[in-house]
Each structure stands twice: as C-alpha cells, then as structure tokens.
C-alpha cells in the first residue's frame, strides 16, 4: 500500500530577495499564482485544495514566469543531487585476463566434482588454448547429460566462474541424448567462434546448429546491460524529450525507463534508463539535440523503475511579487519555514488545458473509453484558435488523415489516439491503448491525486493541524527508511478481473510502500509519532484508510463520480 504524508516540512531554508520597487497592492492568497496574462485553467479548490497550514495572509507572485523560474533535480536513491557534469564516455574496455586467471585452479576443481574427470580435462584444454591467444578457438561439447536439473546446474556454474565463456544445450541426432556446447564469447578475447567441435568429441552431435545467444552475441559480457544517464532539458515535457531521443535512436519510447516524469516548463535534470544501447551513440546526439542534453553514461545492471528516487530538489524564482509590505513577505515565509505545507498535490497534476487530467481518469476508471477519447480530443478553452480550429474540424467531420497531419507530435496522447482509430475505427479501447503506457497512467494517478486532496483538506478542516488524532494512519516507527518500490514498468495490457482501482498499484514518483498503521490511544499517551508522521492513502483495492471521519471522503467522492474503489465495473487493467 502506498501513503503520502500529510504534512511536510522544509528540508533546506528559503532564499528570498527584496521585492522590486514598486507599488504594493492588497493581500492575497498565500500560494503564488500565475502571471494574470495566463489563464489558468483550474482553481485550488476545483482539485480539493482548500485548507493551509497557516492563516498567514501571504502574498502573491507569479509562478513559471520564465521556465528558467523552475529548476528540478532529482534525488537519486542514494540521496545524491542528480547533475549535468559530464559528456564524457564511460571506459568500456574489460580487464579479463586477471579475473579468469585469479581463482582457475579452484574453479576448475569445482568443476571435476561437478562434472567429472573428463569434462574437467577438456575445459582445461578449451581455457588453455583460448589463453594462447587463439579467438578463433571451436567450442567444446560436454558428455551427455540426462538430467536436465544438472544441466542448469553446470550452465549457472559457467555464468557465475567464467562470465567469458557461453553455454548452450544441444541434442544427438538419436534425439534422446543431450548436452552441453561451451563456446567463447564475443568480446576482447575473441571474435565470434565458428561452429564446430575439438577432435575429441564424439560424433553425432547437432553441433552445427545457431548458438543459442539469447540476445547475449552482440552486447559486452563486462558491461551493465542498462546504460544510465543524466537527461537535461529546458521547456520540454520528459515524454516528448524521450520521443525525440527515441526517434534519433530508432527506438520506441517505451524503451526509456525514468523514475518519475518532470515538469514541461521548467529546466529539470533526472536519471535515465536504456537497454543494451552504448553510450556513443546518445553523446552523438548532443550536437543535433535543442533544449536537450545528455551525459554522466554509466553502465548498470537494472534499469530504473517508477519511483525510484528520494525526490526532486526545486529552486523556485517568483517574480512580479505582489505584498501589503516587505515585512508581510518576511512573515509569510517564515511561517513557511516554521509550520511547513499541506502535501497538496498541485494543479500541475491536473494539467495545464481547461480538460482536467483527473475527468480523464475517472472515465477510464468507469470504462468509458469514448467518453474518455472525446475529453482528449475535443476542443477545450485557453488553447490557441490555431490548436482548436484543429480539434474542431476533427470533432465535426471525424477526418482522421488530415486531424493526424495537423496535430503537432507534442500532442502525444492525440496523435496516438488518432493513429489507433485510422487502424480500429470505433475501437475506442484500442485506441487509448496507444497511448504510451507512462502517460496512460498519469490520467489514473491523477483521480488518485483528486481524491487524496479532498481526504487532506478534510483532515485539515475536521481535526486541525495541531497533532496525531486518534485513527489517523501513521508509518511504524520500526519501519521507516525500509521503503521498498515495486517495478512499475511491466508493459502488461492484459485484460484480468482485478479490481479497477489495482492499477493504482503502479508505484507513483512521490511515494515508496512501507508499512503503517492507525494511532490507537496508547501512542497518542506515549507520544510516539508527530504531525509530520501522518499520511494519508492513496487509494486502491487493498487500502488500509483511517481509522477516523477521514475515511469515508474518498468512497464519498468516487462514488458521486460513479466508481468503485473495491468492485470493477470492467475487466480492463
């Protein structure tokens, strides 16, 4: 199960500089808002924002003036600052000699109990020739072995003591009679070995068959099979930034793995996964890129899934501030210091168009895949005459070509739509389907996020912000920092019986599982837990709510929007 905390404290102080000279104007909302020539599409409480930590009456400023306004650096796990530094190439050269030298004689006595005095004697022989320099050495075949446990066995042998070397299973030409073929691999010991078998072996073996490579041919043995890199951009969403990579690269964006999505306007920088592509062929690409970089190639093991980050560190411009005084900006922040925020998840989560994410979700949520391919396509106010004299002309004549022609390809979500719909008309389900899975998601998450907002400000309202209440859901003291994330990045469309909420079991980029429980009597006498323990759920098939009045908002709310948080009304995941 996954919780957000309810109340957050700031980790590092406020920066802040005199306003500029001008005049200062009434107060305001505590929370900086958007230049006035920007129509924002939302309001606070629209997405269940109405309740703050302070009564303070704060001040008013613009947000995202500029992108340069908004800079975003992930926290790796690790906790260290995820930079820009280097465009430099990752040394891919392996020292093999030492590493296959270091242990043979102890390496080759497990393998005699392992396979006998025979095998023992001719993979002796195979490492004594390929020591000799020879790369063009033939493979070995080993004696015929039956038991297909032992099998694996001696194949999981040669992977953990000779990671130079690859083995496969071949078949007599009896078709009974199996064993197994050692071979080098490809790599700085050798080229790609012929086919074929040392005078010692017996006949009749299908040694002439394809090696069984698995995908393990092309790609260096000593090298992490996932390269990892830091993405810079500036005023790009990730998902558009990955699509132009991706494109360079001739790769699918699903080929990129992230651990959270960073904002569009706004300089952000965050680790990046891809599978078995060298490093080269990305650092190519910082000449031709615009408003992307990418560097700090390392290569490893696992590739990154959702979530798996500490967080993002922000440092925010506000410009155009707005104050009854300078002194009142003073006590505002320090309010902010002192008494931290309510965890809200903000507008941005919604989206910046006048169709909120969350409507998109809960259609999804209720299986209304027209009703939720019509909320993406349609026109929407506050977006230019151009976009929706597009949007228009699609929704009057339904002309897939020329609606594809003239969506631009930031319009991901539309294009991908569109080019379903050209090949499934009236499939609607298909269609959203195309929609990169990523992207899919953040319309579910972000009903999620509705929902976990109205809980907050319920708490808030209800109970007050002065300590633990009685049934609030607090992480276990013993198990804090064990958090643990599930991989998120499984591309399983399938369609199952599962709860219509289990998809929010995909783990988001704020929250790690850890385990909780409800304050009972006893902790609020001991005093165990603070404010800053409380967390609130975010909602699934398998939540564990409050123990208090907070609970029953979210089932009052997903119930007045038509859906379940226990029962699917469909069988789509």
């Not at 394809?210 to 043995?221: A, K, L, N």
């Not at 569109?418 to 929609?435: D, T």
């Amino acid at each position: 199960m996954r919780c957000r905390h309810f109340l957050t404290s700031l980790l590092s102080p406020l920066s802040f500089a005199n306003p500029p000279s001008r005049p200062l104007a009434s107060r305001a909302r505590a929370v900086a808002q958007p230049p006035a020539q920007r129509r924002a599409a939302l309001a606070e409480p629209d997405v269940g924002i109405s309740r703050f930590a302070s009564s303070l009456p704060g001040f008013r400023g613009a947000l995202k003036q500029r992108y340069s306004d908004f800079v975003v650096h992930e926290v790796a796990r690790d906790g260290t600052l995820v930079r820009l530094t280097s465009f430099d190439l990752p040394d891919e050269r392996a020292d093999t000699d030492d590493e296959a030298d270091a242990d043979l004689p102890h390496a080759l006595e497990s393998f005699r109990l392992l396979c006998g005095d025979a095998d023992c004697e001719a993979l002796r022989g195979f490492l004594s020739r390929v020591s000799e320099g020879d790369s063009d050495v033939s493979p070995i075949i080993l004696s015929p072995d039956a038991d297909k446990a032992h099998r694996l066995e001696v194949h999981d042998f040669f992977k953990r003591n000779f990671i130079f070397l690859v083995t496969d299973t071949v078949e007599h030409s009896d078709g009974v009679q199996r064993c197994i073929r050692v071979r080098l691999r490809s790599g700085p010991r050798g080229r790609r070995n012929r086919t074929g078998t040392g005078s010692s072996e017996p006949s009749g073996w299908r040694d002439d068959r394809p090696f069984d490579s698995r995908g393990s041919v092309t790609w260096p043995y000593h090298l992490g099979k996932f390269l990892r890199f830091h993405l810079y951009k500036e005023n790009k969403d990730t998902q558009e930034a990955l699509r132009v990579i991706g494109k360079m690269l001739g790769l699918q964006p699903r080929s990129f793995r992230i651990a959270g999505t960073k904002d569009k306007r706004a300089i952000t920088t965050q680790q990046v996964t891809l599978f078995k592509v060298h490093a080269s062929r990305l650092a190519a690409l910082n000449n031709k890129l615009t408003g992307i970089k990418v560097g700090d190639f390392n290569y490893v093991k696992e590739g990154l899934v959702l979530g798996q980050l500490m967080g993002n560190r922000f440092t925010i411009t506000l410009r155009s501030v707005i104050a009854e005084s300078e002194d009142m900006i003073k006590v505002a922040v320090d309010g902010l210091i002192k008494s931290g925020f309510i965890n809200y998840y903000g507008l941005q989560r919604f989206g910046s168009a006048s169709v909120p994410t969350h409507l998109v979700g809960a259609a999804l949520l209720r299986g209304e895949w027209r009703s939720a391919v019509s909320l993406i396509l349609d026109p929407r106010e506050g977006e230019c005459d151009d976009m929706n004299g597009v949007r228009e002309h699609y929704k009057e004549h339904g002309d897939i070509d020329v609606a594809i022609r003239n969506f631009p390809r930031r319009l991901i979500a539309e294009r991908a739509i569109l080019q379903r719909l050209k090949k499934y008309p009236g499939n609607y389900l298909q269609a959203l389907m195309a929609i990169p899975r990523t992207l899919r998601l953040m319309y579910v998450h972000s009903y999620q996020s509705y929902l976990w907002n109205h809980a907050a400000s319920m708490r808030a309202g209800i109970y007050g912000l002065s300590g633990v209440i009685e049934g609030d859901l607090v992480y276990k003291k013993e198990c804090l920092g064990e958090g643990t994330v599930t991989d998120a990045s499984e591309n399983n469309d399938d369609h199952t019986n599962t709860s219509e909420m289990d998809i929010f079991a995909e783990t988001l980029p704020e929250e790690t599982i850890q385990s909780v429980k409800i304050a009972d009597s006893e902790d609020l006498l001991k005093a165990v837990y603070t404010l800053e323990d409380v967390v609130l759920p975010l909602p699934g098939s398998e939540t564990l709510f409050p123990g208090n009045e907070v609970a029953g908002i979210y089932h009052e709310i997903a119930n007045k929007d038509g859906i379940s948080l226990t029962e699917s009304t469909h069988g789509v995941k």
